[in-house]
């Protein structure tokens, strides 16, 4: 028999401590913890564009202008206004028939055509092809085969792309098909008027 005075742990076999242990309160989060969520709880966040103590308005980044046209439009990221912008053709200098504009070239061009072509192949060539070479092909598909202006006309397309004139008054192999030494001519004064005289090379020419 136990004693009566005896202690019920001693006395139940059953006894599990883990289960009559007391409750021990959860402990309390840190200082500054507390603190936040008093703040959070006082200042709500209002989308991230206040500063939660001072109620102090957070100002979002600025994105840079984005530039065009010597205009300053605020665009998005990655965004561009417009494709590349093309330069409009100028116009010719001379029109293919003002041949006496320069009588002394028109002469040259009447009796050695590829003289003249050779000239004009090495300036718009810059200087890659020879006046002498230029001028010996010309003549060679001139005796060969009479239609030189299958060559000639490549260069003109050259002149303009190189100027940005237009395809005028006709295109390039109409008009050296039919107007080979007004084309000639006209193409001629172009470089000489814009300050490449054919006569003497690959050179700018000389402003008096």
């Not at 059953?14 to 500054?32: D, I, L, T």
């Not at 239609?147 to 109409?174: E, N, Q």
């Not at 000489?192 to 402003?207: E, Q, T």
């Amino acid at each position: 028999m136990g004693r009566p005075g005896g202690s019920p742990r001693m006395n139940n076999s059953n006894f599990n401590p883990m289960f009559h242990a007391q409750a021990q309160p959860p402990p309390e989060p840190p200082v500054h913890e507390k603190q936040m969520v008093q703040a959070e709880q006082k200042y709500p966040n209002n989308g991230g564009m206040v500063n939660q103590p001072n109620q102090v308005p957070i100002a979002r980044p600025v994105q840079p202008p984005y530039v065009h046209n010597n205009a300053a439009v605020n665009q998005p990221y990655g965004v561009s206004m417009a494709g590349a912008v093309h330069p409009q053709p100028s116009n010719w200098t001379s029109g293919l028939f003002d041949c006496m504009n320069d009588g002394e070239n028109t002469l040259i061009t009447c009796c050695f055509p590829f003289v003249t072509f050779g000239q004009i192949a090495e300036v718009i060539d810059e200087g890659a092809t020879s006046c002498g070479t230029s001028g010996m092909l010309y003549g060679l598909i001139c005796c060969l085969f009479a239609i030189p202006c299958v060559y000639s006309c490549t260069f003109r397309a050259k002149l303009r792309s190189k100027f940005g004139l237009p395809d005028a008054p006709a295109p390039d192999w109409i008009t050296h098909c039919f107007c080979e030494y007004c084309a000639l001519c006209q193409e001629y004064r172009e470089l000489k008027n814009r300050g490449l005289d054919p006569a003497i090379g690959n050179k700018p020419a000389l402003s008096l």
